[in-house]
Each structure stands twice: as structure tokens, then as C-alpha cells.
């Protein structure tokens, strides 16, 4: 089955760090551009990050300098190393797999951020 499965989400301190993962299953990994989205109660589901099949990355304004999106095409697996988290890093967070028309989605893990 085509998928992608993210791990990693959790309750977290202000100031602190986590790292997702997301593995991705029967797609030719290595031609896909990943992406990281998250979505807060009450909110629309945002950009966070992508990492092309070339390893060029973007981020959002908001995560810049504290968040940092990989990938490790041997293990079809990216991952978003999130440091100095703050309460508004609060959401859901999902995965995407995009090749020209073709874009698969994970079913997200919460990420909480609070004291």
C-alpha cells in the first residue's frame, strides 16, 4: 500500500526538541519532493517545510532557524528535527509525498507544546 506514516509527535516543554518521522512505503522515494505540514485547532493546515530530491530545503518565516527538515533516501524515511519549540508550534503536523500530480498524505501526530 502507498503511504507515508509519521512517528515522533509528543508533549514537549517550551525551549525544548523533538524529531519526527515520517517513513514512506511503496513510492519511488528518492523523485518525491517531502513536505511537513502542521494544522492548530481553529486553523488552516500550513506549510512548515519541504526537502526536494536534491536535499534543497524551505522553510517557513515562522520556523526558520529552529526547525530543520532531512532525508535518508536508503531508509525512504525524512525527518524534521524541531528545537526551541515555543506553545504556538502546537498542531498536528503531516507529512506529504508530491511528484508532479501525484501527492500522498499521512494521517499526522500531534505535537504539544506547553509547561
Known amino acids: 500500500q502507498v503511504q507515508v506514516v509519521e512517528s515522533g509527535g509528543g508533549l514537549v516543554q517550551p525551549g525544548g526538541s523533538l524529531r519526527l518521522s515520517c517513513a514512506a512505503s511503496?513510492?519511488?522515494?528518492?523523485?518525491?519532493?517531502m513536505g511537513w505540514y502542521r494544522q492548530a485547532p481553529g486553523k488552516q493546515r500550513e506549510l512548515v517545510a519541504t526537502?526536494?530530491?536534491?536535499?534543497?530545503?524551505n522553510y517557513a518565516d515562522s520556523v526558520k532557524g529552529r526547525f530543520a527538515m532531512s532525508r535518508d533516501n536508503a531508509k525512504n524515511t525524512v525527518y524534521l528535527q524541531m528545537n526551541s519549540l515555543k506553545p504556538d508550534d502546537t498542531a498536528v503536523y503531516y507529512c506529504?509525498?508530491?511528484?508532479?500530480?501525484?501527492?500522498?498524505w499521512g494521517q499526522g501526530t500531534q505535537v504539544t507544546v506547553s509547561s
Open positions: 506529504n509525498a508530491a511528484f508532479r500530480s501525484n501527492t500522498i
Open positions: 511503496r513510492i519511488n522515494f528518492n523523485i518525491y519532493t
Open positions: 526537502i526536494s530530491p536534491s536535499r534543497s530545503t
